[in-house]
C-alpha cells in the first residue's frame, strides 16, 4: 500500500503475470499496472511490497527466484535481480525501511530472511514449525515479525529483540 495515496497494489501469478493497483478511495476495481513477461517462470509472481519511494518490489517464486523493482506510476521494470544462492523459494517480501532492506519470506527453505536490496541474506531464521509461511509483515512497534501458513490459515507471531 502506498501510504501516501492509499492506493493497493498486488500480484497475479500464473498465467496472467500482472502487478495490479486498486485505487484509493474508491477500491472499486483494480487496473493492469503491469504485465511481466520476462524468464521462465514456476508458480509465477508471488510477491510484493512498497519500497516507499515510488517504486513496488516484485518477487517471482522460483526458476527463476527473481526480484523486480517496478515504477508504481507507469508499470515499468526499473531493475531485475536474479537470486542465485541463499534463497530457493520467495514466498513474500517486506520492505524495512530503518534498515533499507528485505525481508524474505522462502517457505521452501522454512526460513525469514534479511537481506539486502538485491536479495543477498544478511541474516536467517528458522521458522520450521510453520507448514507453508507465504505472508509476511515485520512490525517494529510491537518487536515481531507476522507470517500467515498458507495451509493452516494460522498467523504466527516471531518475536525478536533489537529488531
Known amino acids: 500500500m502506498d501510504p501516501a495515496t492509499g492506493d493497493v497494489y498486488f500480484v497475479l501469478e500464473r498465467e496472467k503475470q500482472e502487478v495490479r493497483r486498486v485505487k484509493a ?45 517496478i515504477s508504481a506510476t507507469d508499470g515499468s521494470t526499473l531493475s531485475r535481480r536474479e537470486i542465485t544462492s541463499g534463497i530457493t ?8 525501511s530503518e534498515r533499507n532492506a528485505l525481508w524474505i519470506a522462502d517457505s521452501e527453505a522454512k526460513t525469514i530472511n534479511l537481506c539486502d536490496l538485491n536479495g543477498n541474506v ?26 500467515s501458513d498458507d495451509t493452516t490459515a494460522i498467523i504466527y507471531k516471531i518475536s525478536f529483540s533489537n529488531l
Not at 544478511?122 to 507470517?147: A, H, P, T
Open 25 to 69: 478511495p474508491d477500491y472499486s476495481e483494480s487496473e493492469v499496472l503491469a504485465t511481466i513477461n520476462e524468464g521462465t517462470f514456476n508458480s509465477g509472481l508471488e510477491a510484493i511490497t512498497w519500497m516507499g519511494d515510488g517504486t513496488l518490489m516484485v518477487g517471482n517464486q522460483a526458476n527463476p527466484c527473481l526480484l523486480l523493482r
Open 89 to 96: 523459494d520467495i514466498s513474500d517480501l517486506c520492505y524495512d
Open 122 to 147: 544478511q541474516k536467517s531464521y528458522s521458522m520450521s514449525f510453520i507448514d507453508n509461511g507465504e505472508g509476511l509483515f515485520v512490525d517494529r512497534e510491537r518487536q515481531c515479525i507476522w507470517v
